[in-house]
């Protein structure tokens, strides 16, 4: 199935799982929606959460939620507000924001350090006291000062509030991890509980085989699952397959093997129905975050091209036709 854009894809595959639920007798376990990229999978996931008749959605795109620098300095501040003597987060925060990482007056910072038998954590704050004069790390010492601003701002708040605090509301990287985490927060103590929860959602998120909620996933995950209903999103060129410009050209017939692998395992998760479905247009700015490859169209949008891959399932896979026509016959 093709859409016109982004949008209509979302809506278009959410309207087919909510007649598959309301109309044809499918539980919203049975159906598993595949996509390459989380953006994708999260606008089918937001229509079937919102739709006039709301479906359970759980999507298991956890693993990139850290990768915002903001999300980053978040985490570490709370690691910090747990373990003031964490040297990795601790190493984060003095050099984050610094093209050299500040790595010159760490190196001065850890051999006295060494010399002493002391911790970085112990020796800036003797340097903050005035306990103690340390030469060429005086920017590790702001920097520190800075943190222990903000550790006792957060240290009277309790989980919720620390919580909201170092992932506020309202911001495109924190709200992933938000609604994560939305019906889990309320049972968590303190800082340190906060910390566990988010490390044990993020990076070692549960794999349910049970419950009445469609899974969403990239293909990847799907291994080993089977469903009644399986729809693969997003099936454009540079999404499936993957093009990574950095692989040479010699081991490009090998990366290309293994993306075709895993369009096949894709492919037979599905007992009864599978759905191939793409948009026909990207923004091109999106299109060059996500990878999709674009031509044509005009300055802002461009056309997709259609996953290759979908020429070798052959004439039994069906014929090709517009997402807006399926929904017209019913999804038939």
């Known amino acids: 199935m093709q859409w016109p854009n982004l949008d209509s894809e979302g809506e278009g595959i959410a309207s087919f799982i909510r007649d598959l639920i309301t109309q044809r007798g499918f539980t919203a376990n049975e159906i598993l929606v595949l996509s390459p990229r989380r953006l994708i999978a999260n606008e089918i996931k937001q229509r079937l959460i919102a739709g006039p008749v709301p479906i359970q959605a759980h999507s298991f795109y956890n693993d990139k939620l850290l990768e915002p620098p903001e999300a980053q300095l978040a985490m570490t501040k709370l690691q910090l507000l747990c373990d003031p003597e964490d040297r990795v987060s601790l190493r984060y925060w003095l050099g984050v924001g610094s093209p050299s990482w500040r790595c010159g007056q760490y190196a001065a910072l850890r051999a006295y350090c060494e010399q002493q038998l002391s911790s970085p954590a112990s020796v800036l704050g003797e340097l903050l006291d005035g306990q103690l004069q340390l030469s060429h790390v005086n920017q590790l010492t702001e920097r520190y000062q800075e943190l222990r601003e903000e550790l006792n701002r957060l240290a009277p708040l309790n989980a919720t509030e620390i ?36 490390r044990t959602e993020i990076t070692q998120p549960e794999m349910p085989s049970e419950g009445d909620f469609v899974r969403v996933m990239s293909m990847h995950k799907s291994k080993g699952l089977t469903s009644r209903v399986t729809i693969i999103a997003g099936c454009v060129h540079g999404l499936i397959p993957y093009i990574d410009d950095e692989i040479a050209p010699a081991d490009l017939p090998a990366h290309m093997e293994e993306q075709r692998r895993v369009f096949y395992v894709a492919l037979t998760r599905a007992k009864e129905i599978l759905v191939l479905s793409s948009t026909g247009t990207l923004p091109r700015r999106l299109a060059r975050r996500i990878g999709a490859i674009v031509q044509g169209g005009n300055r802002y949008i461009g056309q997709t091209i259609a996953c290759e891959f979908i020429d070798d399932l052959g004439p ?16 038939l």
């Open 163 to 198: 919580f909201n605090d170092l992932f506020p509301a309202g911001t495109e990287w924190a709200d992933p991890i938000r609604e994560l985490l939305t019906t889990k927060i309320d049972e968590v103590e303190d800082a340190g509980e906060v910390l566990d929860l988010l």
């Open 316 to 331: 039994q896979a069906g014929d090709a036709q517009f997402g807006s026509d399926w929904a017209a016959g019913g999804f």
